[in-house]
């Protein structure tokens, strides 16, 4: 039998190939046996999120436990996808992890302002991305108690 833990799905919206494909070894290499999936820009997130577009069937869109988003990405940001989703009452209790190249001020705390989470400065080597993502799924796969269900 499958856990409620271990069908968590993690998205990850990232406009950079490169760092997706890090992503995904990293979190390979970490061993996390969740689903993670992804998408590019912002209004891919909003059409997964709401079931649009490409994701009109459920089944290829399912919710996810968590979010890592980037800020800066084409068509609509994260920060703009960020204000969205955290004003929908249907979506505004999922976390939110900004997982991003700033380390701007301005950044960090508009990230916080608008509802995020969590906000970490992708790291330099993909070691430290294996152990951001490892600490990730052991707080937010195995110890936080999320809502999986769409309220």
């Known amino acids: 039998m499958i856990s409620r833990r271990q069908s968590l799905t993690v998205l990850v919206a990232d406009d950079d190939e490169e760092d ?20 590019s820009d912002g209004e891919e997130l909003t059409e997964y999120l709401c079931h649009t577009g490409r994701y009109t069937d459920p089944a290829s869109a399912p919710r996810p436990g968590v979010i890592l988003l980037d800020l800066n990405m084409p068509r609509k940001d994260g920060r703009e996808a960020l204000r969205e989703i955290k004003a929908n009452p249907q979506l505004q209790q999922i976390p939110i992890i900004i997982l991003t190249t700033s380390q701007a001020d301005e950044d960090i705390c508009r990230s916080y302002d608008l509802g995020a989470n969590s906000y970490i400065t992708k790291p330099a080597t993909f070691r ?10 052991k ?10 269900d769409v309220p």
């Open 20 to 39: 997706r494909g890090f992503i995904r070894r990293a979190w390979d290499k970490s061993r996390a046996a969740n689903d993670l999936r992804f998408v």
């Open 128 to 137: 430290a991305l294996v152990d951001i993502l490892q600490v990730l799924g």
């Open 139 to 148: 707080y937010w796969i195995e110890i936080v108690d999320l809502q999986l």
